[in-house]
C-alpha cells in the first residue's frame, strides 16, 4: 500500500497502519480498479481517498494537518515507512502570518 499526506486545518495526530487498515478502517475490499472518496467518518480518522489500480496496489490519500502557511502535498511512499513523528506535507514559499507548524505525534513541530 502506497499512501500520501496532504495539509489540512484538522487531522489525527498520527497513523496506525496494519496491512490495508487505516486507524481501524479496513481498506481491503477495495477491488481493482475501485475508487473510493469515503465518508464522514473515515475522513474525521483521516482518510481522504482511497484507490486500488489496476496491478492491485492501494494508493491512500491521509491527512496531516498544519498552522499557517501555504502547503503542497507529499510525495508517495509505502505505507511500511510511514514514521508517526515526521513531516510529510511540504511547506511553500510565501507571505502568510503566523508561524508554520505540522502536526506529529509529537505535536507542534515548527518549520
Same mark, same amino acid.
Given at each position: 500500500?502506497?499512501?500520501?499526506?496532504?495539509?489540512?486545518? +484538522?487531522?489525527? +495526530?498520527?497513523?496506525?497502519?496494519?496491512? $490495508?487498515? #487505516?486507524?481501524?478502517?479496513?481498506?481491503?475490499?477495495?477491488?481493482?480498479?475501485?475508487?473510493?472518496? &469515503?465518508?464522514?467518518?473515515?475522513?474525521?480518522?483521516? #482518510? /481522504?481517498?482511497? $484507490?486500488?489500480? $489496476?496491478?492491485?496496489?492501494?494508493? =491512500?490519500?491521509?491527512?496531516?494537518?498544519?498552522?499557517? &502557511?501555504?502547503?503542497?502535498?507529499? $510525495?508517495?511512499?509505502?505505507?511500511?515507512?510511514?514514521?508517526?513523528?515526521?513531516?510529510?506535507?511540504?511547506?511553500?514559499?510565501?507571505?502568510?502570518?503566523? /508561524?508554520?507548524?505540522? =502536526?506529529?505525534?509529537?505535536?507542534?513541530?515548527?518549520?
Amino acid at each position: 500500500m502506497k499512501v500520501k499526506f496532504k495539509a489540512t486545518g +484538522t487531522a489525527p +495526530t498520527h497513523y496506525e497502519i496494519d496491512g $490495508e487498515t #487505516i486507524n481501524g478502517f479496513d481498506l481491503s475490499a477495495l477491488e481493482h480498479g475501485d475508487k473510493w472518496q &469515503g465518508n464522514d467518518e473515515t475522513k474525521a480518522a483521516g #482518510i /481522504r481517498h482511497a $484507490e486500488r489500480d $489496476e496491478a492491485g496496489e492501494l494508493w =491512500v490519500t491521509l491527512k496531516q494537518e498544519v498552522g499557517p &502557511g501555504h502547503w503542497s502535498e507529499s $510525495e508517495w511512499i509505502d505505507a511500511a515507512a510511514y514514521d508517526p513523528d515526521a513531516v510529510y506535507v511540504q511547506q511553500k514559499k510565501g507571505d502568510y502570518s503566523g /508561524r508554520a507548524y505540522v =502536526v506529529t505525534r509529537k505535536g507542534k513541530v515548527y518549520v
